[in-house]
């Protein structure tokens, strides 16, 4: 009785790793793939078409908006963002993230959000200077410029550099001289 034990063991672990093991093959389709294959590349396509069809450039704005959201996104997603290079030439990179497939999908069909990327709290605030529904070109204009701003301020923001010299003759200042 007692040698049968260890027997029967062995066969249920094997019997559990040869059940699991045909359930993972069976469903491996519908586990390890992506759900939306053909559909997410129409999606895109539709939404380039529909913004003049200048592919590269809507791929290089797709990718400039995921890399500089400030939605909250997935952790996937985030470690999908991280991934991307700064000249992303596969579509399918970007499509691989929630976030941006999403905003494809309502892009394609003309009901894209122009504050999808934007975190709620910046949302009020953009809205007061573009409005509650402005293009996606105005949009990205107004980050461009926020954006642009707030290099412009960083670089307000480091330390003097004292250590300038300068040579030859000084520069004539009349005004310095009428005050003066």
Known sequence: MNKSIPIVAVIACLALVAGGGTGMYLLRDRLFTDPKPASDRAAYNAMVDRLGGDEPAVRDELNELICTAS????????????????????????????????????????????????????????????????????????RRALARIGAEFDVMRQPPDWTVTVEGEPVAMPFLDLLR
Do not use: K
């Open 71 to 142: 939605a909250p996104l997935e952790a996937t997603d985030r470690v999908r963002r991280r991934s991307l290079t700064r000249d992303c030439l596969d579509p399918g990179m970007l499509l691989d993230i929630e976030h941006v497939w999403a905003f494809v999908g309502a892009a394609a069909r003309g009901e894209a959000d122009p504050y999808h990327f934007v975190a709620p709290d910046q949302r009020a605030r953009l809205i007061e200077l573009a409005g509650e529904r402005p293009s996606p070109e105005e949009v990205l204009g107004v």
